[in-house]
T-cell receptor, first 111, second 115 residues
Framework: DAKTTQPPSMDCAEGRAANLPCNHS???????VYWYRQIHSQGPQYIIH???NNETNEMASLIITEDRKSSTLILPHATLRDTAVYYC????????????FGTGTKLQVIP | EAQVTQNPRYLITVTGKKLTVTCSQN?????MSWYRQDPGLGLRQIYY???????DKGDVPEGYKVSRKEKRNFPLILESPSPNQTSLYFC??????????????FGDGTRLSIL
């Protein structure tokens, strides 16, 4: 599976959009991009995933570049409850098998 | 309610005393996995299972055993725990191991302290 690179930390003002980048330059054509978040030491929570097209759900939007080498998770109106560590992972179409989470981005939403 | 349940949630024990952390899911998921989380190291995969009786090593399998005798259960066994296995452990599952578009569902975690 492709490896991902994320900035270790980011700040965002409450009410503003939080844009979290992820680089996955070695991604293959059949690999999905997933985003999870972990609040404090709770179990990671699934947010969104995509293959080629941009995706949106009630939590966030996922923008994947045309060459699929990077993506951005967008939290449209960040709240204090969105303060968490956000993980971007890449997973192949053959299923999970071995999964690498990395250290993620610590997002701090500031009042 | 669909969930992944881990027990115990907290455990303090001593070096060398065998312990088992149980993981159970009620979603009929094929894929299950164990992770450990240590400060500054993110989530690291210990073992995973693609289905009943099918298990394989993740990135940090040393000192751990697993079994998958039934679809719903995936226990993590520490035969002779050592202090370097003090960590926060998570179990996760997903519906179909053969498809890439299935998110993982995580348990609430088990905090192990080995003295």
């Amino acid at each position: 599976d492709a490896k991902t690179t994320q900035p270790p930390s980011m700040d965002c003002a409450e009410g503003r959009a939080a844009n979290l980048p992820c680089n996955h330059s070695t991604i293959s054509g059949n690999e999905y991009v997933y985003w999870y978040r972990q609040i404090h030491s709770q179990g990671p929570q699934y947010i969104i995933h995509g293959l080629k097209n941009n995706e949106t759900n009630e939590m966030a939007s996922l923008i994947i570049t045309e060459d699929r080498k990077s993506s951005t998770l967008i939290l449209p109106h960040a709240t204090l409850r969105d303060t968490a560590v956000y993980y971007c992972i890449v997973k192949g179409a053959r299923g999970y098998q071995k999964v690498t989470f990395g250290t993620g981005t610590k997002l701090q939403v500031i009042p | 309610e669909a969930q992944v349940t881990q027990n115990p949630r907290y455990l303090i024990t001593v070096t060398g005393k065998k312990l088992t952390v149980t993981c159970s899911q009620n979603m009929n998921h094929e894929y299950m996995s164990w992770y450990r989380q240590d400060p500054g190291l993110g989530l690291r995969q210990i073992y995973y299972s693609m289905n009943v009786e099918v298990t394989d090593k993740g990135d940090v399998p040393e000192g751990y055993k697993v079994s998958r005798k039934e679809k719903r259960n995936f226990p993590l066994i520490l035969e002779s725990p050592s202090p370097n296995q003090t960590s926060l452990y998570f179990c996760a599952s997903s519906l179909n191991a053969g498809l890439g578009n299935q998110p993982q569902h995580f348990g609430d975690g088990t905090r192990l302290s080995i003295l």
